[in-house]
């Protein structure tokens, strides 16, 4: 009976201190200023396959305001077909600094961002397409573009 009251005080104990992590966690956010982590001009790397298609590789840049907005100008090779474009869409930054965003041309992706805004790595989140890369800021000023 004593050893079960022991172990039941010892995981009363252990719940406890986990929830007092876990609170203390949420009171220091890696990433304190959410969208404003991700501000100014990225260049980016990705590649990957979009199944039944065939590889795709893709280069370029991308302006984010810190406020939610972004606008992405990429050359992308599709299977052996060149590609070019500009494709406006949104982003949110959580606390945690994880993150996600969504194009106008169907793009959604779900990246992990450094806590200072430096870089991030991403990865495609839409059926079908097996894409992944990583982005890295160029200058934090958004009239550079």
């Given at each position: 009976m004593t050893k079960r009251l022991v172990i039941l005080a010892l995981a009363a104990i252990t719940f406890a201190v986990a929830a007092q992590a876990l609170k203390a966690a949420d009171s220091n956010?890696?990433?304190?200023?959410?969208?404003?982590?991700?501000?100014?001009?990225?260049?980016?790397?990705?590649?990957?396959?979009?199944?039944?298609?065939?590889?795709?590789?893709?280069?370029?840049?991308?302006?984010?305001?810190?406020?939610?907005?972004?606008?992405?100008?990429y050359t992308a090779s599709v299977n052996g077909v060149i590609l070019t474009g500009t494709v406006i869409g949104t982003f949110r930054v959580n606390y945690d600094c994880t993150g996600s965003a969504a194009r106008a041309d169907g793009g959604h992706y779900n990246f992990l961002i450094a806590p200072d805004g430096s870089r991030f790595d991403w990865i495609s989140i839409v059926p079908g397409r097996v894409v992944s890369g990583t982005a890295i800021r160029m200058t934090r000023r958004l009239d550079d573009d």
């Open positions: 956010p890696l990433c304190p200023l959410g969208n404003e982590t991700l501000r100014g001009t990225y260049m980016l790397r990705s590649e990957g396959t979009i199944v039944g298609v065939g590889p795709i590789t893709e280069v370029g840049r991308t302006a984010y305001d810190g406020k939610g907005n972004l606008v992405n100008r």
